[in-house]
């Protein structure tokens, strides 16, 4: 069961369409039309991970599993849940247009790292400077 779950958010990642970097890129941030495929992105993995949860809650529900299985089947549950409110937050962050900014360098965040980590407000360049770490915990009014 988890092992499917887990096969199909990765196909559904899979499936989104990733573009070659362009030659000309907007000063800051991304498109309309970028944000807009990244709201459907997102949709997706909300309503993929809201299955995910139904799942999960069913195998909590029936009693049959073993201890083990209940407790794994509640930590998935647990994680899942914490993702999809950070789905939940990058889409109100897309609806407010300020979603893919760097907000250690004002710079896009990579695409990859969007879908992968969608509450992620670093790109891997800041991120792995460590850089304003202090300042986005301050500057971050979502959740
Ligand atoms: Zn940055």
Known sequence: MRATTRRQMKSALQNFPVRKRRTTTP???YTKAELEEFKLAMEEMASQIRQDI???N???DTNTQSREEQNQAAYFLNRQTELLRHVESAMTRIRMGVFGVCV????KIEKERLLAVPHTQL???CKNNGRSARRITAMSTTQ
């Open 123 to 125: 790109c891997v360049d």
């Open 58 to 60: 069913r195998i909590l």
């Open 27 to 29: 000063a800051a941030g």
């Open 54 to 56: 139904k799942a999960h």
């Open 104 to 107: 250690g360098c004002g710079e």
